[in-house]
């Protein structure tokens, strides 16, 4: 019972990571791809360390505590990542935006318009 | 004051979190203890200008925090509404993209950055560049609609969350 | 069990390859750092369900801080790029 659920979140997870992956090589510009690889990988990441946090809570009872250290400390990665991986993405969009790569086959483009913004 | 006591427990507990099952006096070996403390202490100290800038106490109200543990619902919703969109538009191939801007009025940095955050997050959307002085977020959507969008349109209501939760 | 682990870290090796393609192909410098943004993200799942199924726990503390070290990695690249460094 509990492997079919744990299956199904790695399940789940791999198949985003895929996604994100694909995506990557698929898109045309940096902004597309930025959008795909940042989302998918973070998604993907939630369910297969989901998927190991379950294992470690179902062995901690069944079998011995070192199970539960595994998930307490799969729970703090896992927080780390969901935290720092958005906030990456818009760094190297900006960065991207500041040295010059627009976006292609934009429709409009409000922060050129503009100027780049001095800080 | 205030500000090195209140880091230096908050690096304590996230210390004990790291060594749980090391010993026996409750959870932990002695030695764990005593490191733990000489070096949240350290923490405390050098850290006391990062967690609360400017004296300003008010993400220690409880109430805020439940907020934030509701918010992370409908965020969750839109997070795997996000990733089937980008489901089909990997296997469509079907793009519209542009840059536009939204003036969430947030005025606080904790504010901006959770919403920018949470934007990169949901559907379609992409935070680039903020202008610091009128607080405004521009943002790369990958499906223009119209060329001066509603706030609604772009963050489903998570101005209204954060508002609550960070300001 | 323990061998779906080792399949799901053999499948996210294959993903790490299209970052690698990515890397290598990349027009301009920004596609590169996506590449490269994707592959740390892809290495840390791949420590942690690698820590479960060999059952060391050190594995995923070494993810925590690959975690932390690869964002400022990320974030030092970035600033290169807006050419702010002297």
Known sequence: M????????????????GLGSFGLI?????????????????????????????YGVYYWHTESTSYGVLAIHAFIALLALVITNPTGAHAIARAAHKSGVYPKRAVVDKLKEKGDLSD | ??????????????YLILTVGTGNILLWSSAEIIA???????????????????????????????????????FLFAMAKANIDVAYRVITGRINPGIVKISPNLKTDLGITMLGNSITLTPGTLSVD??????????????????????????????????RIAE | M???????????????????????????????????DTIN?????????????????????????????????????????EGDLE
């Not at chain 3, 393609?21 to 590169?32: A, H, S």
């Open chain 1, 2 to 17: 509990i492997e079919t659920v744990i299956y199904i979140f790695l399940a789940i997870g791999v198949f985003f990571n």
């Open chain 1, 26 to 54: 698929r898109f045309p510009d940096v902004y597309t791809r930025l959008h795909a690889s940042t989302k998918c990988t973070t998604f993907g990441s939630i369910f297969t360390s989901l998927g190991v946090i379950i």
């Open chain 2, 1 to 14: 004051m205030k500000s090195a006591l209140i880091t230096a427990v908050a690096a304590f507990v996230l």
């Open chain 2, 36 to 74: 733990g403390v000489l070096l949240s202490i350290a923490a405390g100290i050098f850290g006391r200008k990062l967690l609360f800038k400017n004296e300003d106490y008010r993400m220690l109200n409880p109430v805020r925090w439940l907020y934030f543990i509701a918010y992370l619902g409908p």
């Open chain 2, 130 to 163: 903020i202008d610091e002085k009128a607080n405004d977020l521009y943002i790369h959507w990958i499906n223009v609609k119209h060329k001066e969008p509603e706030i609604e349109e772009i963050c489903n209501g998570f101005p209204k969350w954060i508002r």
């Open chain 3, 2 to 36: 323990i061998e779906t682990f080792f399949i799901v870290a053999i499948f996210l090796l294959i993903f790490m390859i299209f970052g690698v393609i990515r890397i290598v192909l990349g027009p301009t410098v920004p596609d590169r750092v996506v590449g490269l």
């Open chain 3, 41 to 81: 993200t892809l290495v840390i799942a791949a420590m942690i369900i690698l820590g479960a199924a060999y059952d060391e726990v050190i594995y995923v503390d070494v993810a925590i801080v690959y975690a932390l070290l690869s964002f400022v990695g990320t974030l030092y690249i970035a600033k290169y790029l």
